[in-house]
């Protein structure tokens, strides 16, 4: 028994492990993007006044150096850091057969996506 | 969409907000909200808007270095970020449907709440029969969500801290409440988390603001989309503000342990207090 809530401990740790991994990666490159978007905008002659790019026009953008285009770019990488964390935790409690935070991994996801069709609507 | 905007004030903001933030455990939106507003005159949707997505930031940056250390109820944060997320959604639509005075001074009432809470008090220990009574009705009540329970390990004290989770039904239900108040103000909202938590669900301290950050994570993630699909978020105001706040907040970790917080809280009460005064009398038009 105490085995068996070790070795639960010791994949939760590794759980912890690699969030914090993924979200230092996610921010480091998030911040790369807008410390570019900051430089190209300073150096572009971009208008003062700009708006975030659509995400569909997110690709040419950045292909263009648009400054816009990237802030956007780093602005969506960090609002979609809780979601990786969210997804890798429902992952590992899947695996690990806890019900009740899988249970609760997936009411926050369908929250999440609620959210997101209500405010697109 | 504001037009050219001081970067200077924008990074400085941003550098006090990150930096006071990590020092003493504030969310930095009770420094840019107002300042933006005040300092440079942008319309409040847009200085909260900018405010709720450099928390994000600051908000993930916390919990990758929480989380590695343990500190952080990964189960505990995302059970009360189900009630936290569709609180989030419920203040952004509120506060689109709030004039700016209205919000302005909402907001005033907010920080000099803040202030008064902050201030150092005098706390009074419970007798010892009261706390044997309450631990008796937690251990009837507990067997249910002892999923909840967690551990970490305080190298201040050089010990395991075992605890239990006790109401996660009343966390949840005033979590709705702290997403409410992120969503309409731009502040963290940990405000109500961070004592509810510690407080009520008897969650230590130290894990309790390693959840709180994790929970930030998502409410303001939600309430930045919302502001970001309705135009206020503008990418020249937002990238000198997120980038100053992550350097001032990896400053003031650094000087956190250099720093007396007493001087620190005495500042930011002031701050709170004169600047909910100036935002009040300029929502009521009797000031400049």
Same mark, same amino acid.
């Given at each position: 028994m105490e085995c068996q809530?070790?070795? =639960?401990? /010791?994949? *939760?740790?590794?759980?912890?492990?690699?969030?914090? *991994?993924? *979200?230092?990666a996610g921010i480091a490159v998030s #911040?790369?993007?807008?410390v570019g978007g900051l430089i190209l905008y300073f150096f572009s002659g971009a208008p003062h006044t700009m708006a975030l790019t659509p995400v569909t026009s997110l690709a040419p953008g950045l292909a263009a150096l648009n400054p816009a285009a990237f802030i956007t770019a780093g602005l969506i990488? &960090? #609002?979609?850091m809780p979601i990786a964390v969210l997804i890798m935790s *429902?992952?590992?409690?899947? @695996?690990?057969? /806890?019900?009740?935070?899988?249970i609760v991994c997936i009411v926050l996801l369908v929250m999440l996506a609620a959210s997101l069709i209500l405010i697109l609507k | 969409m504001p037009a050219d905007v001081n970067i200077w004030i924008l990074a400085g903001t941003g550098l006090a907000a990150g930096l006071l933030g990590s020092m003493l455990g504030v969310g930095g939106g009770l420094i840019i909200v107002p300042v933006l507003t005040l300092a440079l005159g942008l319309p409040i949707q847009y200085a909260i808007g900018s405010s709720l997505v450099s928390i994000v930031i600051n908000a993930c940056t916390a919990t990758s270095v929480y989380i590695r250390t343990h500190m952080t109820n990964l189960k505990l944060g995302l059970l009360l970020s189900c009630t936290l997320v569709p609180g989030a959604v419920a203040g952004a639509f509120l506060a689109a449907g709030?004039?700016?005075?209205?919000l302005t001074i909402i907001f005033a009432l907010l920080m000099l709440y803040v202030a008064y809470v902050m201030m150092p008090k005098k706390r009074r220990r419970p007798l010892p029969e009261q706390t044997e009574a309450a631990k008796i009705v937690h251990e009837k009540e507990h067997a249910p969500h002892a999923w909840l329970d967690g551990y970490y390990y305080d190298p201040a004290v050089n010990e395991e801290i075992s605890y239990r989770v006790h109401r996660p039904v009343i966390g949840m239900v005033t979590g709705f409440f702290g997403g409410v108040?992120?969503? #309409?103000?731009?502040?963290?909202?940990? &405000?109500?988390?961070v004592p509810v938590m510690n407080q009520i669900m008897k969650v230590p301290l130290k894990a309790t603001i390693a959840t709180s950050s994790l929970l930030l994570c998502f409410t303001t993630m939600t309430g930045s989309l919302i502001y970001a699909y309705n135009g206020y978020v503008?990418?020249?105001?937002? @990238?000198? #503000?997120?980038?100053?706040?992550y350097l001032g907040a990896?400053?003031?970790?650094?000087?956190?342990?250099?720093? =007396?917080?007493a001087v620190l809280i005495t500042i930011y009460t002031v701050f709170l207090v004169l600047t909910s005064i100036i935002m009040m009398l300029k929502a009521l038009n009797l000031f400049g």
């Open positions: 809530i070790d070795s =639960r401990h /010791e994949k *939760l740790h590794s759980l912890n492990r690699r969030l914090s *991994l993924a *979200l230092r #911040l790369l993007l807008i990488i &960090i #609002l979609l *429902l992952a590992h409690f899947i @695996a690990a057969r /806890e019900k009740q935070p899988v | 709030l004039s700016s005075p209205v108040i992120s969503s #309409l103000l731009g502040v963290g909202g940990g &405000i109500i988390n503008a990418p020249q105001i937002i @990238a000198p #503000l997120i980038i100053s706040v990896r400053l003031g970790a650094t000087l956190a342990h250099r720093t =007396r917080s």
